[in-house]
């Protein structure tokens, strides 16, 4: 078992790191990912989804830990809309994706 521990981390860094570690991993793997993060289970879930991986999440006292298992097609290249987000072929940068990260203030 492989695990990122991203407590304390704001958006979009679980998510960045969940995917980068996964990249490593083969079908069948499992990476836990350990987050405080309030946008997490939604950027994580919808990339988990679209990518083809298995998700879980488990809620601990102050962080959730999450259980993502790698899909025997799973790419980690998928990147969760963010609701009311422009399409893909709409943004400044062609191929990429909102998160659910809220923006900054």
Known sequence: MTTV???GLVCPLPLTMARRRM???RPGEVLT???TDPE????LAGWAHEAG????EHRRAGWI?????KGPHGTSTA????RGSPPPDASPVRGSRATACTPPK
């Open 5 to 7: 521990d991203a407590r």
């Open 23 to 25: 990249d490593g991993l």
């Open 33 to 35: 990912v350990l987050a």
């Open 40 to 43: 997490a289970p939604i950027d």
């Open 53 to 56: 991986h298995a998700y879980a």
């Open 65 to 69: 830990e999450f259980e993502l298992r």
């Open 79 to 82: 990147v969760p809309p963010r």
